[in-house]
């Protein structure tokens, strides 16, 4: 083989394996449980739906959001971060939801949507910089999420009471889980 043919033949050889290990990556989902894990299997149900749909979406315990904004906020610095970025978040997950959403817009990362499935047990904090597009599924007697200084998105609350559920089934509430899953699709463009 002469001189030029394999140059050619291996210039080829390593553009081909360049473009096969660097796959696109599109959005990060998270899906924040409630207290102890206990009442938000819904949570991970959806999340087993979402992958289904080849949506990348990871269920995680309450209390565990604060490290994946700190690596989150880290990756950005490098623009290594997926948009768009989804937090949903079923009781007290939807309190965390709201305080993970406010941590990423302090360092001028943005969440695209944060979804709140009757977020409670505190009362929810001001959301603040990063939200775009907040929904909020709830109880009558549920929690809203409220704006807070600096917040440029919108809120939308609606009340689930005619879908005959309650705070603790409403993650696993399927026309509930088909409204949330239909958002982040919706979002996701897939």
């Known amino acids: 083989m002469n001189k030029a043919i ?3 033949f291996f210039a080829t050889l390593i553009s081909a394996s360049t473009f096969a290990a660097t796959p696109a990556i599109a959005e990060e989902v998270y899906m924040i449980r409630g207290f102890l894990n206990v009442f938000s299997d819904g949570m991970n149900q959806m999340t087993k739906r979402l992958k289904r749909q080849g949506i990348r979406a990871k269920a995680i315990s309450n209390g565990n959001w604060d490290k994946l904004a700190d690596d989150i906020i880290r990756r950005s610095r490098s623009n290594n971060v997926s948009y768009p970025i989804i937090i949903v978040g079923h009781s007290l997950g939807g309190v965390e939801a709201a305080s993970f959403a406010n941590k990423l817009g302090s360092a001028g990362v943005r969440t695209d949507l944060l979804i ?10 001001a959301l603040r910089r990063g939200a775009v597009q907040v929904i909020n599924y709830k109880i009558p007697s549920g929690q809203f999420y409220r704006k807070g200084a600096g917040f440029k998105g919108r809120i939308t609350n609606i009340d689930v009471s005619k879908f005959g559920t309650d705070h603790v089934g409403i993650d696993k509430n399927r026309s509930v889980q088909n409204l ?7 979002k996701v463009k897939k």
């Open 116 to 125: 709140g499935l009757d977020p409670g047990f505190p009362k929810p904090p």
């Open 6 to 8: 394999r140059n050619s």
């Open 180 to 186: 949330v899953i239909s958002r982040i699709r919706e």
